[in-house]
């Protein structure tokens, strides 16, 4: 039996394993099969913490409820961050997946800020199936068009809208997600602005479908708001689960996010009784 922690930020939710000690019968189908929320323990991510490598603190590992490895994941970044500060007594620590190093400090008030890295805008780095303008790619599907991209270490495309409530997200995100300019798929955003500081989104995620809050694309919302010149570069993201704090910083081109983690239960897996 192997401990673990259900956690979540703003409602997105992760099964915590700590293999740090240890390596652990880890496997995509286990993950995708514990992450069931009829037949396993439900979430959005499942996530292993794992030796860090030489900077790091923790190295944390991200598997979709498909399966499949996720690069980045910004509301599990300050949830595992948070667990190893306490740990430890500090307010900072470095955390680091396959895209990078991820530093996180503790704030007043519960909340913690993640340095996400800076945000890659060119259609390589995306990535997409041919060169193009990622600032206005040439996608569309029923009422949406002319979507930006960007990498947070995760592929992004972000649609803006007039009306969020209108947009069919369970409809349109899945279809967009597997659209061949994505060779890695994508996680599909539909954002409304309210002001030049806040704005609302909703996230398709790659892997995953609909989440109550998506931190990699609450970041990708803000820089690509911010390159169509649609806010300024802090603003409130306010997705279906909460609020994030978002910053671009015009200094190095890093995505700073602000947000609260919450433990909502542990308990004990029986992970080898989930076929491998």
């Known amino acids: 039996m192997i401990p673990f922690r259900k956690m979540h ?11 740090r000690a240890a390596a652990l019968p880890v496997t ?7 992450a069931d929320r009829h037949f396993g323990i439900g979430c959005d991510q499942f996530i292993v913490m ?64 993640a340095d996400m890295g800076p945000a890659r805008l060119g259609w390589r780095d995306v990535p997409l199936a041919r060169e193009v303008d990622t600032l206005h790619v040439p996608l569309a599907l029923g009422p949406v068009s002319d979507a930006a991209a960007c990498s947070m270490g995760n592929p ?60 990699s694309g609450a970041c990708a919302t803000i820089v690509n708001a911010v390159r169509r010149g649609l806010t300024a570069r802090r603003a409130t993201v306010s997705m279906p689960g909460g609020d994030l704090t978002m910053e671009w910083r015009e200094a190095d081109g890093h995505v700073l996010m602000t947000g609260p983690v919450a433990t909502a239960f542990s308990g004990m897996l029986d992970l080898e009784s989930y076929a491998a």
């Open 156 to 215: 992004h495309a972000t649609f803006f809208v007039d009306d969020l409530d209108a947009s069919d997200v369970a409809t349109i995100g899945p279809k967009l997600e597997h659209d061949p300019v994505f060779p890695d798929r994508a996680n599909i955003g539909f954002a409304q602005v309210l002001a030049p500081d806040h704005i609302r989104v909703v996230i398709w995620e790659r892997g995953a479908g609909m989440t109550l809050a998506c931190g």
């Open 9 to 19: 930020g703003l409602g997105n939710d992760f099964v915590v394993l700590d293999g």
């Open 28 to 34: 995509p189908a286990r993950a995708a099969a514990v």
């Open 50 to 113: 794992e030796p860090p490598p030489a900077g790091s603190d923790v190295f944390m590992r991200i598997l979709n409820p498909d399966g499949s490895e996720a690069g980045a994941c910004g509301n599990a970044t300050r949830c595992i961050a948070s667990l190893v500060a306490e740990e430890r007594g500090a307010d900072r620590v470095v955390v680091r997946t396959i895209a990078g190093e991820l530093p996180v400090e503790r704030l007043p008030g519960g909340l913690w800020r």
